[in-house]
T-cell receptor, first 112, second 114 residues
Framework: DAKTTQPPSMDCAEGRAANLPCNHSTISGNEYVYWYRQIHSQGPQYIIH???NNETNEMASLIITEDRKSSTLILPHATLRDTAVYYC?????????????FGKGTKLSVKP | NAGVTQTPKFQVLKTGQSMTLQCAQDMNHNSMYWYRQDPGMGLRLIYY???????DKGEVPNGYNVSRLNKREFSLRLESAAPSQTSVYFC?????????????FGQGTRLTVV
């Protein structure tokens, strides 16, 4: 699986957009970009995933660059409840490998 | 809708004791996983089960065994607990194999081995 690089921490003001970057320069053509988050002491929660087109759902938007070597997760109006560790993961969709690998992620702190 | 349920939520063991962590999902998912999470680290995969009747090792399987009891249940056993196994354990499930679909996680079991 392609490796990902994320900043260890970021701050965001409440009500502003939070933009979380992820580099995945070795991504291959059949690998998807997934985002999960983990709020303190809870299990990880799925946010969004995409292949090459930008994606949006009720939680967030995912912007993937044209060369697919990086992506940005956007929380359009961050709230205090969005304070969490955010994980960017690159994986083959439906692949035979079972290893679902989480890195250290980005700790997002939303401040009043 | 309960999703993924783990029991117990907290456990303290003495070195050498054994125990089984239970996990059940009510979403009719095919695949189930066990992770551990240590302070300052991401999640590491211990074992997974792609479908009922199959199990495979993940990244850190040593010291653990698993059983896919049926489609709903996937248990993790520590035969002889060691302090290095002090961690938070998460069970997860997904409808599709691997990352075909999103994974749902339980709330975790906080295990301390003294």
């Amino acid at each position: 699986d392609a490796k990902t690089t994320q900043p260890p921490s970021m701050d965001c003001a409440e009500g502003r957009a939070a933009n979380l970057p992820c580099n995945h320069s070795t991504i291959s053509g059949n690998e998807y970009v997934y985002w999960y988050r983990q709020i303190h002491s809870q299990g990880p929660q799925y946010i969004i995933h995409g292949l090459k087109n930008n994606e949006t759902n009720e939680m967030a938007s995912l912007i993937i660059t044209e060369d697919r070597k990086s992506s940005t997760l956007i929380l359009p109006h961050a709230t205090l409840r969005d304070t969490a560790v955010y994980y960017c993961i690159v994986r083959v969709r439906g692949g035979s490998q079972g290893n679902l690998i989480f890195g250290k992620g980005t700790k997002l702190s939303v401040k009043p | 809708n309960a999703g993924v349920t783990q029991t117990p939520k907290f456990q303290v063991l003495k070195t050498g004791q054994s125990m089984t962590l239970q996990c059940a999902q009510d979403m009719n998912h095919n695949s189930m996983y066990w992770y551990r999470q240590d302070p300052g680290m991401g999640l590491r995969l211990i074992y997974y089960s792609a479908s009922e009747g199959t199990t495979d090792k993940g990244e850190v399987p040593n010291g653990y065994n698993v059983s896919r009891l049926n489609k709903r249940e996937f248990s993790l056993r520590l035969e002889s607990a060691a302090p290095s196994q002090t961690s938070v354990y998460f069970c997860a499930s997904s409808e599709g194999w691997g990352w075909e679909t999103e994974a749902f996680f339980g709330q975790g079991t906080r295990l301390t081995v003294v």
